[in-house]
């Protein structure tokens, strides 16, 4: 079964500084990667996908996140952060194996406060 | 942009008692799905529903746990005889196809609480 390991419990920035999130996944076979983000108060949201193709992925209001088979990672990156950025972040992943279509393993969560 | 929408916003309960979630996904998605988050815990996922069955469900989704799609536009989740344990926030989400192929839209959830 794959499992999503979130490094960070919490992380505290100052406005402009960089950012960059952990995630690590167990799965042998192919994956799909995501993460999500929740506002306070909102629903989840996607931030950025990874299917296939370019590692290097981007998402909305200026993250990124690189897939790096090797290491089971997809860490998330903004260079720099803004106030309205703090947020529950969430690392998932689904086993494209061709079996288990349908569910979603995430992580922990990051909690990520930004100071003004 | 439509979105997924979940009544209530917050339950309370009794222990032992029936409770049914709702939920109305995205109007043209056809997978759906629920999550639940224990607090302080990880989004863990429940059961997924396609084609009018179950396609998918955790080892949470217990003989208590059961969905249902009445009509054309809501999605439920019935708790029958709820526990302590079961309080959470239950996510709803839809997709237009599988995970495969487009991501998850989540609801804002609804926090249940057993008392």
């Known amino acids: 079964a794959q499992s999503v390991s979130q490094h960070n419990h919490h992380v505290i920035l100052s406005e402009a500084a960089s950012l960059e999130l952990g995630c690590n996944y167990s799965y042998g076979g192919t994956v799909n990667l995501f993460w999500y983000v929740q506002y306070p108060g909102q629903h989840l949201q996607l931030l950025l996908k990874?299917?296939?193709?370019?590692?290097l992925v981007k998402g909305i209001k200026g993250f990124e996140a690189e897939f790096i088979k090797s290491k089971f990672s997809f860490n998330l990156r903004k260079p720099s952060v803004q106030w309205s950025d703090t947020a529950e972040y969430f690392c998932a992943v689904n086993a494209n194996s061709g079996g288990s279509n349908y569910k979603l393993t995430f992580g922990k969560g990051t909690l990520l406060t930004v100071n003004p | 942009e439509p979105e997924v929408t979940q009544t209530p916003s917050h339950q309370v309960t009794q222990m032992g008692q029936e409770v049914i979630l709702r939920c109305v996904p995205i109007s043209n998605h056809l997978y759906f799905y629920w999550y639940r988050q224990i607090l302080g815990q990880k989004v863990e996922f429940l059961v997924s529903f396609y084609n009018n069955e179950i396609s998918e469900k955790s080892e949470i989704f217990d003989d208590q746990f059961s969905v249902e799609r009445p009509d054309g536009s809501n999605f439920t989740l019935k708790i029958r005889s709820t526990k302590l344990e079961d309080s959470a926030m239950y996510f709803c989400?839809?997709?237009?196809?599988?995970?495969?192929?487009?991501?998850?839209?989540f609801g804002n959830g609804t926090r249940l609480t057993v008392t």
């Open positions: 990874y299917f296939s193709g370019d590692p």
């Open positions: 989400a839809s997709s237009e196809q599988g995970i495969d192929y487009s991501p998850l839209h």
